[in-house]
């Protein structure tokens, strides 16, 4: 099992940045890749970014240009490095990482944490 802690949010105006981290921990080696979801207040969850074990990186286009995921292999986190915010952007945003297991592959979820983007 993986098992996933997120930090860094809070409250930032527009056009602010923050940097999100997120750290793994458990069956790492299980690890296939990892990404940033958000969800809005009534809105469904939405993909941010994803980042492969190879470092390919993909990020939505409502983020592209603004937001950067990488990692850091020693420390086993993920960052989000959110620049030029907007109030769209606000949101509780959760890390997610896809690892192998017996069968097929297994999802893991951190408890997220709250961006608010408000002047």
């Known amino acids: 099992q993986v098992q996933l802690v997120e930090s860094g949010g809070g409250l930032v105006q527009p056009g602010g940045s923050l940097r999100l981290s997120c750290a793994a921990s458990?069956?790492?080696?299980?690890?296939?890749?990892m990404g940033w979801y958000r969800q809005a207040p009534g809105k469904q969850r939405e993909l941010v970014a994803t980042?492969?074990?190879?470092?390919?990186?993909y990020s939505a286009d409502s983020v592209k240009g603004r937001f950067a995921i990488s990692r850091d292999n020693a420390k086993n986190t993920v960052y989000l490095q959110m620049n030029s915010l907007k109030p769209e952007d606000t949101a509780v945003y959760y890390c997610?990482?896809?690892?192998?297991?017996?069968?097929?592959?297994?999802?893991?979820w951190g408890m997220g944490t709250q961006v608010t983007v408000s002047s």
């Open positions: 997610n990482a896809i690892s192998k297991a017996a069968v097929g592959v297994r999802e893991a």
């Open positions: 458990g069956s790492i080696f299980s690890i296939l890749g």
């Open positions: 980042i492969s074990n190879g470092g390919t990186t």
